[in-house]
């Protein structure tokens, strides 16, 4: 099952990845499809099961980080108190991922707060795997140029 390679659900209990499974729905989308929009509600969280996604953020995509190994997520905006989402996800290939209702996750983790804490501690590090990736990127596109200021 693709929720126990996720990173994000590894070591929680059974009876909680039983109850996610449950409601998860499986759906395809073709080579050039958008998964969600930038400014989309962001009611889903997603699970790559296969393909190739980029999620973009801005009008020019100019910020982007590819989605392409199976138990990857994307949508995650939905899970930390945004009503929309902040990037856009384009399939790069035909593409499958499982969608989970945030709602229902939420609910799941309110009766179960220990899996609740550790999925959402990992869910931080991937934030922050991501963000450290981010400035890379822009670090490599100010090479040479004086560097913008983050606050």
């Not at 384009?90 to 179960?112: H, T, Y």
Request: hydrophobic fraction near 40%; include cysteine.
């Amino acid at each position: 099952m693709i929720i126990q390679e996720s990173e994000l659900f590894r070591d929680l209990g059974p009876e909680v990845i039983n109850e996610i499974a449950e409601s998860m729905v499986e759906e395809f989308y073709g080579k050039g499809s958008f998964i969600f929009k930038e400014t989309y509600l962001a009611e889903h969280f997603y699970i790559l099961e296969e393909g190739k996604i980029r999620l973009s953020v801005g009008e020019k995509g100019r910020i982007t980080h590819l989605i392409s190994n199976p138990g990857e997520t994307l949508g995650w905006s939905s899970l930390v108190g945004r009503n929309t989402y902040t990037a856009s996800a384009e399939c790069l290939a035909p593409s499958k991922v499982i969608k989970i209702e945030k709602e229902m996750l939420n609910r799941v983790f309110e009766r179960n707060p220990a899996s609740g804490m550790v999925f959402f501690k990992r869910l931080a590090g991937i934030i922050g795997e991501r963000l450290t990736h981010s400035y890379s990127a822009l670090l490599s596109a100010y090479e040479g140029e004086a560097l913008p200021s983050y606050g």
